[in-house]
T-cell receptor
Framework: GQNIDQPTEMTATEGAIVQINCTYQ??????LFWYQQHAGEAPTFLSY????GLEEKGRFSSFLSRSKGYSYLLLKELQMKDSASYLC??????????FGTGTRLQVFP | DTGVSQDPRHKITKRGQNVTFRCDPI?????LYWYRQTLGQGPEFLTY????????KSRLLSDRFSAERPKGSFSTLEIQRTEQGDSAMYLC??????????????FGEGSWLTVV
């Protein structure tokens, strides 16, 4: 089966850097996704990692270690609009995504 | 921009009534998914289609729930005899099957259901 763990809540200050961790257990690995979800809105795609290492996309970067079953999402130069839930997800079977409970990030001025 | 669209966005219904949600996926996408999400939780998988075939249903999908995708385009999710526990956001998503890379799933805005 699949199991995904991420912290429930995090807080940070505007302009700072925050790292949101995700650990997973999966039978067979087909990559790992990060989604952002603002309150009351649909999740939006942020990143997809299938190989080990860091992938950078502007202020957001995502890291994967397949041997450790571990990923993190790094957000730099935090802005107030980054306050949202960040969902870690892994594909299961034929690409349906299994999501963690999400990490609710609050950015303070 | 023709993203995933869902209708209605909000629905309030009395317990015991039937409700139906519609989803129009991104036009070239052959896969369509239904998820349910409650406050403070991540989306939970309900079912998915490849073209018009329903390939998988979660144990969460009781016999009161039925989903269809009759022509491989739009889909409907019907909940019969609604219960208060059905109150949630119902998310539709679609993707294009790619053989060698992850299939990014794109979500619609969701349909909020409140059962009173």
């Amino acid at each position: 089966g699949q199991n995904i763990d991420q912290p429930t809540e995090m807080t940070a200050t505007e302009g700072a850097i925050v790292q949101i961790n995700c650990t997973y257990q999966t039978s067979g690995f087909n990559g790992l996704f990060w989604y952002q979800q603002h309150a009351g809105e649909a999740p939006t795609f942020l990143s997809y990692n299938v190989l080990d290492g860091l992938e950078e996309k502007g202020r957001f970067s995502s890291f994967l270690s397949r041997s450790k079953g571990y990923s993190y999402l790094l957000l730099k130069e935090l802005q107030m609009k980054d306050s949202a839930s960040y969902l870690c997800a892994v594909p299961y079977n034929t690409d349906k995504l299994i999501f963690g409970t999400g990490t609710r990030l609050q950015v303070f001025p | 921009d023709t993203g995933v669209s869902q209708d209605p966005r909000h629905k309030i219904t009395k317990r015991g009534q039937n409700v139906t949600f519609r989803c129009d996926p991104i036009s070239e996408h052959n896969r369509l998914y239904w998820y349910r999400q409650t406050l403070g939780q991540g989306p939970e998988f309900l079912t998915y289609f490849q073209n018009e075939a329903q390939l998988e249903k979660s144990r969460l999908l009781s016999d009161r729930f039925s989903a269809e995708r009759p022509k491989g385009s739009f889909s409907t999710l019907e909940i019969q005899r609604t219960e208060q526990g059905d109150s949630a956001m119902y998310l539709c998503a679609s993707s294009l099957e790619r053989r060698y890379s992850g299939n990014t799933i794109y979500f619609g805005e969701g349909s909020w259901l409140t059962v009173v």
